[in-house]
């Protein structure tokens, strides 16, 4: 406890010695989130993850979370110096798309609008038209559609599916899944709410159909805080990573929330839905970062030129 007391304060200190800010992701140790919101940074989803570090005048961002989130922000602001606590923190969604491949699949269908997910390599998204998160994909792929393009939709095949079946859209779809989100059981959730009779369902679209199906509310990591904050109801299932719980007792103590259940929940973990690249991120290394400035992210220059279109395209839509 002490320990963590004292790297809270070192934190704090360079911080503010380099003029830094610190900017983390919803599914984050707790810690560093209640540190980003204490020192000026901001905890969210990474939509406005990518707008907050675009617009925020400092020179040096440290970005919490996982790759995908440091490259987008260190594209839009090329100038600003951008650290992560672990350059290793990947995503599932990010490996299980190599930009070659990606390329020829495009390639391949040379008559459709290429949408990609956030969660994708600086290199992917320099292939697409547009860029998504989950927060906004949606409402994208609606005005794309109304225009009336076909959409090669790429990684993640949930998000995809969803949107699809929202839409109506022509989609084909790269068949990526992120691994946290995977392992919801609709079976299990459905029992669990045979329990909690008055409880309200959020889900987090990388989430399986089946689960999508049982949800009250479908959406990024902020709408689904949003919603458990206005909605009329005192407990709710939640299908997302496990770090989001951490805002939601904070800002909500009056309400109840219960994990969504996992193949192993119960049986080989308590608190299965945790992504291993987002908990990559500690006080430790996030100490070690700001002392020694290591970990930079760069993006070469001629991917970056052509990853930013596809960005600023969102961010303008989203305005
Ligand atoms: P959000 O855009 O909802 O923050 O999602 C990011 C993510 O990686 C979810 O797994
Ligand atoms: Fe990627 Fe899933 Fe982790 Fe989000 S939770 S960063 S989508 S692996």
Not at 58 to 68: D, M, P, Q
Not at 97 to 110: G, Q, S, T
Not at 262 to 268: D, E, N, R, V
């Amino acid at each position: 406890r002490q320990e963590k007391q004292e790297y809270r304060e070192k934190i704090k200190k360079l911080l503010k010695e380099k003029n830094a800010v610190l900017v983390a992701h919803y599914y984050v140790d707790g810690d560093i989130q209640d540190l980003a919101e204490e020192t000026g940074g901001c905890v969210a989803d990474s939509l406005e993850m990518a707008r907050f570090g675009r617009d925020n005048p400092a020179k040096t961002l440290v970005v919490a979370g996982v790759r995908f989130m440091g490259e987008t922000a260190k594209i839009l602001s090329p100038d600003k110096k951008i650290l992560m606590p672990d350059l290793d923190a990947c995503c599932s969604l990010d490996l299980g798309c190599p930009a070659d491949e990606f390329a020829a699949f495009c390639d391949a269908h040379p008559d459709r609008t290429v949408v990609v997910y956030a969660n994708t390599s600086a290199a992917v998204k320099a292939r697409a038209d547009w860029m998504a998160t989950s927060s906004i994909g949606l409402e994208i792929v609606r005005h794309l559609h109304e225009e009336g393009k076909k959409i090669l939709w790429g990684p993640d095949r949930h998000l995809g599916s969803y949107i699809q079946e929202q839409t109506g859209a022509d989609m084909l779809l790269w068949q990526g899944s992120c691994l946290v989100h995977d392992e919801f059981k609709a079976a299990e959730l459905y029992l669990l709410k045979q329990e909690h009779p008055g409880a309200k369902v959020l889900v987090h679209p990388e989430s399986p159909a089946s689960v999508v199906a049982q949800a009250d509310v479908v959406g990024s990591t902020s709408q689904i805080l949003n919603a458990a904050k206005t909605m009329d109801a005192t407990t709710f299932i939640v299908a997302t990573d496990k770090g989001i719980f951490h805002k939601m007792q904070q800002q909500i103590p009056g309400k109840t929330f219960i994990e969504a259940p996992t193949a192993g929940h119960g049986a080989t973990c308590k608190s299965c839905a945790q992504c291993p690249w987002m908990a990559m991120n500690s006080l430790e290394n996030l100490a070690r970062t700001l002392e020694t400035d290591k970990n930079e992210i760069f993006v070469d220059g001629e991917t970056a030129k052509k990853a930013i279109v596809c960005i600023e395209r969102m961010l303008d839509f989203s305005a």
